[in-house]
Nanobody, 122 residues
Framework: QVRLVESGGGSVQVGESLRLSCAAD????????MGWYRQAPGKEREVVAT???????AYTDSVKGRFTVSRDYVRHRAYLQMNGLKPEDTAVYYC????????????????WGQGTQVTVSS
């Protein structure tokens, strides 16, 4: 019914940049919040950055000043621009969205992407 597809991960050196993209597809009326989470080996999944419907953004402290989250409200997409990457940013990055479906009745869905690997080498 609804799915999220991430792209843009890869392997980079310290200090380099990557841009992740997330496309939401399906019977969507609106998306309340879109965000990015990450999970490193042996660690719990943590929120990285979110952007709400009104454009309010929030970041975890470790990425402030380096990462920028944005949305394309028309095409239901979210982006994460990651600059100044560090080895501790290595993780699988997941897109997440709170979606209101265009079905009758409406449904409120927490949707997750499949994840994309980001590896930063020193």
């Amino acid at each position: 019914q609804v799915r999220l597809v991430e792209s843009g991960g890869g392997s980079v050196q310290v200090g380099e940049s990557l841009r992740l993209s997330c496309a939401a597809d399906g019977n969507i009326a609106s998306i309340v919040v879109m965000g990015w989470y990450r999970q490193a080996p042996g660690k719990e999944r943590e929120v990285v950055a979110t952007v709400s419907r009104d454009g309010t953004t929030a970041y975890t402290d470790s990425v402030k000043g380096r990462f920028t989250v944005s949305r394309d409200y028309v095409r239901h997409r979210a982006y994460l621009q990651m600059n100044g990457l560090k080895p501790e940013d290595t993780a699988v990055y997941y897109c997440h969205a709170n979606i209101v479906t265009a079905t009758i009745p409406r449904q409120y869905i927490d949707s997750w992407g499949q994840g994309t690997q980001v590896t930063v080498s020193s």
